[in-house]
């Protein structure tokens, strides 16, 4: 009997060992992670409060918000989730750019709307604009 408990304290301990490996190699930071850092070059306009917030999320090929409407100057920010397949959101004119996303994953952008007019936003991913994933920006005086 005592020998049987020996052993298993050695399974213990064994087990515990195994687990704790696991666990440091995860704290590891991955490539992926080092490369977001390097992405964020406006990182100043990250910390600036904006004047308007859109929560947009993208599906097989819409967005739920199909038209903005913010005043000339405003700092927008785009919180955007994709729901169902791959997407980003993207405006020209202001070279606001989302990453492109996994289904379940999200990506915020912050840009000044410093021109009026009407622009398209869409999802640069394969023919999802010619498919209607489009919607309307429009910046006022
Ligand atoms: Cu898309």
Not at 35 to 58: C, W
């Amino acid at each position: 009997m005592k020998y049987f408990i020996i052993l298993l304290a050695v399974v213990i301990v064994g087990v515990l060992w195994f687990h704790l490996t696991d666990k440091a190699e995860q704290l590891d930071p991955t490539p992926q992670e080092t490369a977001t850092m390097e992405e964020n070059s406006e990182q100043d306009l990250e910390e600036i409060e904006p004047d308007v917030t859109f929560k947009v999320t993208g599906v097989n090929y819409s967005y739920n918000v199909k038209e903005m409407r913010v005043k000339k100057g405003d700092v927008v920010r785009i919180d955007f989730t994709s729901n169902l397949g791959f997407h980003d959101w993207v405006v020209d004119e202001f070279s606001a750019k989302t990453k492109t996303l996994r289904p379940g994953t999200s990506d915020s952008i912050t840009f000044v709307a410093d021109k009026v007019g009407t622009f398209e936003y869409y999802c640069s991913v394969g023919s999802h604009r010619e498919q209607g994933m489009v919607g309307s920006l429009i910046v006022e005086e």
